[in-house]
């Protein structure tokens, strides 16, 4: 059997602190020979890089997933270049745009809290793309209900940065137009 990546796993949530170990092992048995353990906040990220240096078939993603923008710095940049310069560090994010959830969608929040949210979500993700820009790194993409938007940010980094999108929601005629 050819190896595989599996190119998107969050090892440091609680779920899979009783049995890491025994997750990883199942993993290689299975023929998954590297997990990318990807970062969701600043202390998120920074326990996926604890977990790429424990274990040698682990790598790391570093960023600021969009549904946690309300707990980041002002500029998330200086925290997550400390991160990114690390060897077994393959990319920034989980990072982009999440409009499925946001404050206005609890009951009883102003319209208001939403549009403040969407203009941090696009602070948040641009210095992240700023950075994979000046490090070299390829990003990771969280879209969802934003495709549009996204897109318009990706714009001005499409010369140097490239990356993947982890979620997505939109239609087969976003992902390539005129195939739907």
Known sequence: MPPFTDTHAHLDFPDFAADLDAVV??????G???IISIGTTLESSRRAVALAERFPGVHAVVGWHPCHVAEAPDDVRPGLR?????????????CGLDHYRLPSAEAGKPAADAE?????QQVVFRQQLELAAAAGLNVVVHQRAAFAETLALLEPFRSRVRGVFHCFTGSPDEVV????
């Open 25 to 30: 092992e199942r993993a290689a048995a299975a």
């Open 32 to 34: 998954v020979h590297r």
């Open 82 to 94: 400390e991160l990114a310069g690390h060897p077994k560090v393959v990319a920034i994010g989980e």
């Open 116 to 120: 403040a949210c969407k203009a941090r």
């Open 177 to 180: 137009p005129g195939v739907a």
